[in-house]
């Protein structure tokens, strides 16, 4: 009976400073109560939560016609889906879309650009664009743009880039099944160049691409190593016209299940609503941040509907957050 460990008390154990190990966690999810791995959850997020929960937006700067072939991906040039495509927005739209998400009560605005990299014209246009929006808003600025070189980050983050965003999407042992175009050592490296700058780390994925709980685990244990200031959750909304199309919506059980995850193995970092918040109903976003969730993406997103800032400033409040 030595070895058994309960939900109870590994989150004691996290409250006092401890840690849960890949193995305990394997086996709540194979032997425990789900409804006892959310109150556990809970417990661990009441102890650790922030003040504010705070919302970030973000703009789909350049969309379409992707090189890399992430199977769930509708921006994917391997794919046929509906994806409109539009070349790199000027700085003009970036600022406009910064002003907007501010006017909203976005703390932070992300530029993301569809593609496996950036070309040294993308890396100064967007550099201009950053440059706007730190001069003309009091917004904080970030960026998701693929893979980049140490010296391409440098020039970002002269311009006044603050958080650099790069997603592990899943378990590092499943992410060959999902896309050969790329690795998650490719991931990894352009995170570890952004930190050794300085810079602050977004890094989350996407929950319901067919993971086992080994494989939830595993993720949640690489996001740990890379140690990000934001974890974005995303739930897999299917695209027609990818391989990953016809998937099952995950269910509110499994939603919850992740960010349960997601918050033992990384009880101080923020865990942020991302892709799929639309896909479920307002009750099981609220359980969500009771279970864990603790930021939210709001407004529109790459190629499917984001959160609304009105729906989920109320959650947060009732939840007890300052927004």
Same mark, same amino acid.
Request: net charge negative; glycine share 8%; charged share 20%.
């Given at each position: 009976?030595?070895?058994?460990?309960?939900?109870?008390? %590994?989150?004691?154990? &996290?409250?006092?400073? $401890?840690?849960?190990?890949? +193995? /305990?966690? !394997?086996?709540?999810?194979?032997? #425990?109560?789900?409804?006892?791995?959310?109150?556990?959850?809970?417990?661990?997020?009441?102890?650790?939560?922030?003040?504010?929960?705070?919302?970030?937006?973000?703009?789909?700067?350049?969309?379409?016609?992707?090189?890399?072939?992430?199977?769930?991906?509708?921006?994917?040039?391997?794919?046929?889906?509906?994806?409109?495509?539009?070349?790199?927005?000027?700085?003009?739209?970036?600022?406009?879309?910064?002003?907007?998400?501010?006017?909203?009560?976005? %703390?932070?605005?992300? &530029?993301?650009?569809? $593609?496996?990299?950036?070309? +040294? /014209?993308? !890396?100064?246009?967007?550099?201009? #664009?950053?440059?706007?929006?730190?001069?003309?808003?009091?917004?904080?600025?970030?960026?998701?743009?693929?893979?980049?070189?140490?010296?391409?980050?440098?020039?970002?983050?002269?311009?006044?880039?603050?958080?650099?965003?790069?997603?592990?999407?899943?378990?590092?042992?499943?992410?060959?099944?999902?896309?050969?175009?790329?690795?998650?050592?490719?991931?990894?490296?352009?995170?570890?160049?952004?930190?050794?700058?300085?810079?602050?780390?977004?890094?989350?994925?996407?929950?319901?691409?067919?993971?086992?709980?080994?494989?939830?685990? /595993?993720?949640?244990?690489?996001?740990?190593?890379?140690?990000?200031?934001?974890?974005?959750?995303?739930?897999?909304?299917?695209?027609?016209?990818?391989?990953?199309?016809?998937?099952?919506?995950?269910?509110?059980?499994?939603?919850?299940?992740?960010?349960?995850?997601?918050?033992?193995?990384?009880?101080?970092?923020?865990?942020?609503?991302?892709?799929?918040?639309?896909?479920?109903?307002?009750?099981?976003?609220?359980?969500?941040?009771?279970?864990?969730?603790?930021?939210?993406?709001?407004?529109?997103?790459?190629?499917?509907?984001?959160?609304?800032?009105?729906?989920?400033?109320?959650?947060?409040?009732?939840?007890?957050?300052?927004?």
């Amino acid at each position: 009976m030595d070895n058994v460990v309960t939900a109870s008390s %590994v989150a004691d154990r &996290i409250i006092a400073g $401890g840690e849960v190990t890949p +193995a /305990e966690m !394997v086996q709540l999810l194979t032997t #425990a109560r789900k409804e006892d791995i959310f109150e556990a959850a809970h417990r661990v997020t009441e102890a650790f939560k922030p003040t504010n929960f705070d919302f970030c937006a973000i703009l789909n700067a350049r969309c379409g016609r992707c090189s890399e072939n992430c199977r769930w991906c509708a921006q994917s040039a391997h794919w046929k889906t509906d994806c409109d495509v539009w070349g790199m927005k000027t700085s003009e739209e970036c600022l406009a879309a910064a002003r907007a998400a501010a006017a909203n009560g976005a %703390v932070r605005f992300g &530029i993301v650009t569809s $593609g496996r990299t950036l070309s +040294a /014209e993308d !890396v100064e246009a967007v550099c201009a #664009a950053v440059r706007r929006i730190r001069e003309e808003t009091s917004i904080s600025c970030c960026a998701s743009l693929g893979l980049l070189t140490e010296a391409d980050l440098a020039k970002l983050q002269a311009a006044g880039l603050q958080r650099f965003h790069c997603n592990l999407e899943t378990a590092p042992s499943r992410f060959a099944k999902l896309c050969t175009t790329h690795t998650t050592a490719d991931k990894i490296a352009t995170l570890k160049a952004a930190k050794k700058l300085g810079l602050q780390i977004c890094c989350g994925g996407i929950l319901g691409m067919g993971e086992t709980p080994a494989e939830l685990v /595993e993720f949640a244990f690489a996001l740990k190593e890379i140690a990000p200031d934001s974890i974005p959750v995303n739930i897999l909304h299917p695209i027609p016209g990818t391989p990953l199309g016809e998937s099952p919506v995950l269910s509110a059980e499994e939603v919850l299940t992740g960010v349960a995850v997601l918050r033992l193995v990384n009880p101080r970092t923020p865990l942020r609503f991302a892709g799929g918040r639309r896909d479920m109903s307002d009750e099981t976003a609220a359980r969500a941040i009771y279970v864990g969730v603790s930021a939210g993406i709001a407004g529109p997103l790459l190629t499917t509907p984001g959160a609304d800032f009105a729906d989920d400033r109320q959650l947060a409040r009732d939840a007890g957050y300052r927004v």
